[in-house]
């Protein structure tokens, strides 16, 4: 099979609340290695998922996919900044399911911050749902762009 296998590997949730909580259930049917979630606090939930409780600087370290389920608040706002993006492996595949983004310029291009550590090579691939500039979902492989 072509892409990157997900059985025995280490998923990340960023915000496991409602929707982090079903993301998480319906990995286990991937036979998941380990479930890291961030957050305010941990969550009596994470017994149901088999999750650990992890500082967000340990699960973008450690994990092989960064999911993010967190809503925007001024807590949340530039999480994920160019920092974060330097501490996940350089194999990470990052999904936000969140429509929110950081931007910064680059080269005269404004560019959601996760496409430039892309284009940078720190993480491998990722997913953006994105409202704002463009809409629907955007899946970006190192070197193609696909809506």
Partial sequence: MCGTQITGRTVGI???G????AVAKRLRAFSIGRLLYSGRSQKDDDKEVNGEFAPLEA???ESDFVVVCS????ETAGMFNKQAFAQMK??????NSSRYLSKVTFPSLALPLPCLALLTDSIFSLSLSLSLPLEGVLSIRRTSLRP
């Fill in 59 to 61: 699960l973008l370290r």
């Fill in 71 to 74: 809503a925007l608040t001024p």
């Fill in 90 to 95: 350089k194999s990470a595949i990052f999904i």
């Fill in 18 to 21: 409602r929707i982090g909580l």
């Fill in 14 to 16: 960023v915000g496991l």
